[in-house]
């Protein structure tokens, strides 16, 4: 099978295998991409087409050879890069200089980091400094290890396992470690997780509800709102969810308060004024603290809201049909290539109400959520 697809009204939202891609189709590309899953010949797709569709046949062929070239030009383009993979060389490791050794306490447990160098711990420290404990390294559940080789950024875990990643990916680097300490902070695997999002994750009465939006739009500052009036923060940042119950997990790293930020939040949280002064010219972002280190249980989600600051509008909450909004989605979601995930992210992302909220008065946004969080 070269496709998994579920119909949603009269579009195909279709994963094409061959090219890892989603896409929305309608009649009659959608029968043309099964014909040419099932290996039929060019003259019997476009009999098909023509018989099907009430198409004249030199109309039929023409838009056979248009979706057909398209399918192509997907498939062509497309090269699986493996980013992030196993490393089996042990020997640099042994011969390793660590810059620093830090511990976090995270729900009961202790997790020893050594970082090689100052850019290392820069990209993870930071967010659970507030975690950090001083207990002596026999005292460490789990251990992460990271450090540079060559063009590469190696993490080990427990002494064990080992992936690389190209020290130009950063953002990937980090992914890999947040999974990693996902699976010890919940005693599960790499196969346990449909995907992840960067989104915030907030609770509140019975329902949990993902913000997403790209970097910089103001996610975490209204997460730290939500925080200050009562609701919980399950995640900042990044959100994982699980494939079997497609619930969202709990991830201690802090808050992120960047810039213009630290000074909205400064009234909701003090402690911001005096973290402000004492930052160095070069550095706006602090981080505020999510949980004392035991987390919350995981939960399922009960809307997916996408948040835009907009200075002319007071507040406006708007209910949106999830095909219309599954791109700007897919930007934010991170999902393994697999025909098993494909399958299970359709049926749960068709099943949970997605909205935009547009908003310049963060008091009235607030207030207008409360019918989400209690569905």
């Known amino acids: 099978m070269s496709y998994i697809y579920r119909k949603i009204e009269d579009t195909y939202v279709v994963w094409y295998t061959p090219a890892n891609r989603y896409m929305q189709l309608q009649e009659p590309a959608f029968r043309i991409l099964e014909d040419r899953s099932n290996e039929l010949t060019d003259s019997q797709i476009v009999g098909n087409c023509a018989y099907q569709f009430k198409l004249e046949k030199g109309e039929a062929q023409r838009f056979v050879m248009e979706v057909t070239d398209q399918l192509q030009s997907l498939t062509s383009n497309y090269t699986e890069v493996n980013i992030v993979s196993p490393f089996d060389d042990t020997i640099h490791y042994a011969h390793q200089k660590w810059f620093t050794a830090r511990y976090y306490l995270i729900n009961g447990m202790n997790f020893r980091f050594r970082y090689s160098h100052p850019a290392l711990e820069e990209m993870i420290h930071p967010g659970f400094e507030y975690l950090e404990n001083k207990l002596p390294q026999s005292k460490a559940i789990h251990t992460f290890d990271l450090y540079y080789w060559d063009e590469l950024a190696i993490l080990q875990t427990d002494g064990q396992n080992r992936w690389k990643c190209p020290s130009s990916e950063p953002e990937h680097f980090v992914g890999l470690v947040f999974m990693q300490m996902m699976n010890c902070i919940h005693h599960l695997t790499d196969a346990h997780w449909m995907g992840a999002v960067h989104a915030s994750a907030v609770s509140g009465g019975n329902g949990t509800v993902l913000f997403t939006a790209p970097s910089g739009s103001g996610k975490s500052t209204f997460a730290a709102m939500l925080m200050n009036k009562g609701y919980q923060v399950l995640s900042d940042d990044f959100s994982p969810i699980s494939l079997n119950q497609s619930k969202v ?107 935009t909220l547009a908003y310049s008065n963060n008091a009235k946004a607030i207030n207008s959520l409360s019918k989400l969080f209690n569905p």
């Open 249 to 355: 997990f709990p991830f201690p790293e802090g808050i992120s308060v960047k810039n213009r930020s630290l000074y909205i939040l400064q009234s909701y949280f003090p402690s911001l004024a005096k973290k402000e002064i004492s930052l160095p010219y070069d550095i706006k972002e602090v981080f505020l603290p999510l949980t004392t280190g035991e987390l919350p249980p995981p939960a399922p989600v009960s809307a997916i809201v996408f948040l835009q600051y907009n200075p002319y509008v007071e507040v406006e909450l708007k209910k949106v049909p999830n095909l219309e909004v599954m791109d700007l989605f897919l930007q934010q979601l991170w999902l393994p290539p697999t025909d098993e995930v494909a399958s299970r992210f359709m049926d749960w992302y068709f099943q949970i109400p997605c909205y």
